[in-house]
């Protein structure tokens, strides 16, 4: 699985070059949905997260099999049980100290899909509420 993946992102990356691949957003696509707080934009799916996206049509069944296996791994361990751990760490400082005010900051990779670091504090009981970009804190 290891050989597949890097084989699969070098692919993608001489594709880039090439020109024969391109991406569908810019940067300031990514900025601008953000800072509105659009995080359901469809720049914000499956395909735009941290997670290599490594399945495609073009893949013969036995390697599009490897790239959902890699693909389902990927999620599990880097965005979902990444996220639980954070809300939870965010959760006990809250705890802790109920007589402090803090300031948590998260890459944009934590607020997409489901399982996002919001919907952990919020299932512990916590509002959660966007602070569009330019609104004093």
């Known amino acids: 699985q290891v050989v597949f993946a890097l084989n699969q992102t070098l692919l993608q990356q001489e594709s880039l070059r090439a020109g024969s691949f391109q991406i569908s957003y ?3 696509d990514l900025i601008k949905h953000y800072n509105c707080g659009d995080l ?3 720049i914000f799916n499956h395909d735009t997260s941290q997670v290599p996206n490594f399945i495609n049509a073009t893949l013969p069944a036995h390697e599009r099999i490897t790239a959902q296996e890699i693909d389902s791994y990927f999620r599990q361990e880097l965005i979902y049980k990444r996220n639980e751990r954070i809300g939870r760490r965010v959760k006990d400082l809250l705890e802790e100290h109920p007589d ?3 300031f948590f900051a998260f890459g944009a990779g934590h607020f ?3 399982s996002t ?3 952990v504090l919020r299932r ?3 509002k959660v509420e ?3 970009a330019g609104q004093a804190i």
């Open 26 to 28: 810019t940067t300031e």
């Open 100 to 102: 402090k005010s803090f």
């Open 130 to 132: 966007h602070t569009p």
């Open 117 to 119: 670091v919001i919907d």
């Open 124 to 126: 512990e009981g916590y």
């Open 40 to 42: 359901s934009s469809i």
């Open 112 to 114: 997409m899909g489901n």
